[in-house]
């Protein structure tokens, strides 16, 4: 089954389970965003989440999760936790605080950047339960406290930019890019060159003016 299909099965159960309700808060067909997560998804992933959809439902709870809500419920991650990571690096104010919040800010961190808030969360949210599968698994991932080169390693100018990147990321600094880098080289030989430049003219005009006092003096001679 294709995922727009797959998707479009999935939106129609969640309006018999939440009528109007659903559409009103998620719109009438899945988004791009849902339909890439809900493709993540195994099915019995999927049968597992609308089953606690249910079951939200039978405790008094009628009002329809959105994306993030659902994965959370199918991850059985507490939302909450997941929001204040967002928060943190919306605010741009804090290191992350764990590998996931590491590795989502290095994978989608740029992205995110140029979403509006909404889907900004949804990415950020989606890619942070995408690492924490990957956590529960066990399946290696980049540390924050982990040296991206080794002693033994062979290295490359790409693994020097790449360690460079990530340290600044860690400590909440922007590194310039290759172009801005590039200007700034411009922008200093220039000015080296200019200072180069004017104590040129100003050993020249010393040195003229030395010769012109010396036959000045040659030509006042008496005699």
Known sequence: MKA???????????????????????????????????????????????????????QGNEWPVDLSGFLALVYGTDKTEISKAFQRFQNGKEKPRNDIEFNVKREVGYMCKQLTYEKSENLYIKTYLKFLE???????????????????????????????????????????TVLEQRLQKVMIDKRER??????????????????????????????
């Open 194 to 223: 200019d200072r180069n430049n004017q104590q040129a003219k100003s050993a020249k005009a010393v040195s003229d003016g030395l010769f012109r006092g010396k036959h000045s003096d040659e030509n006042f001679k008496p005699k």
């Open 4 to 58: 727009v299909d797959r998707a479009q099965l999935f939106w129609q159960r969640m309006v018999e389970l939440y009528t109007d309700k659903w559409t009103s808060k998620n719109g009438l067909m899945p988004s791009n965003l849902w339909i890439e997560a809900l493709n993540s998804l195994s099915n019995d992933d999927i049968k597992s989440g609308l089953g606690l959809c249910k079951d939200r439902i039978f």
């Open 134 to 176: 990957m956590q529960r698994r066990g399946e290696p991932m980049p540390s924050k406290d982990q040296l991206l080169i080794t002693a033994t390693a062979t290295i490359t100018d790409r693994d020097i930019e790449i360690q460079n990147r990530a340290q600044a990321m860690l400590n909440g600094e922007r590194r310039p």
